[in-house]
């Protein structure tokens, strides 16, 4: 567990396709990524939210499955994960190409990918 906090983007908090679980995962991985941390094995998050490690698994892949999180593992095998604030919705929660939302802070995004992908 570390001592940081986290912001829910309403894209997420508003999400009617992905559970609260997932919710509070992206929240954690969010916080580990503020502290710079991107390597976060499973049974880390499993401890930190009283979880199974095949319950973290899952939730990771909800994320991933609606763009809220990116999952990068290099060609040593080593996992890195970096919550995304911002994914393919609309204002129902439904996938949409056609209502994709602005991208708030592209800025403060592009350089937490550089951070992500360079660390």
């Not at 009617?16 to 499973?42: C, D, F, G, P």
């Not at 593992?73 to 602005?102: F, H, M, Q, T, V």
């Amino acid at each position: 567990m570390i001592t940081s906090y986290s912001i829910m983007p309403s894209e997420i908090r508003y999400n009617q396709t992905i559970s609260a679980q997932a919710k509070i995962l992206w929240l954690e991985i969010s916080a580990y990524n503020y502290s710079n941390i991107y390597e976060v094995r499973n049974s880390t998050l499993a401890k930190d939210l009283a979880l199974s490690e095949v319950q973290i698994s899952r939730l990771i892949n909800q994320l991933k499955k609606k763009s809220f999180l990116l999952v990068y593992k290099s060609p040593l095998n080593i996992r890195r994960l970096c919550a995304i604030g911002y994914g393919k919705l609309n204002e129902n929660g439904a996938d949409s190409k056609k209502n994709k939302p602005k991208e708030p802070k592209t800025r403060k995004m592009s350089q937490a990918l550089r951070d992500f992908l360079n660390n």
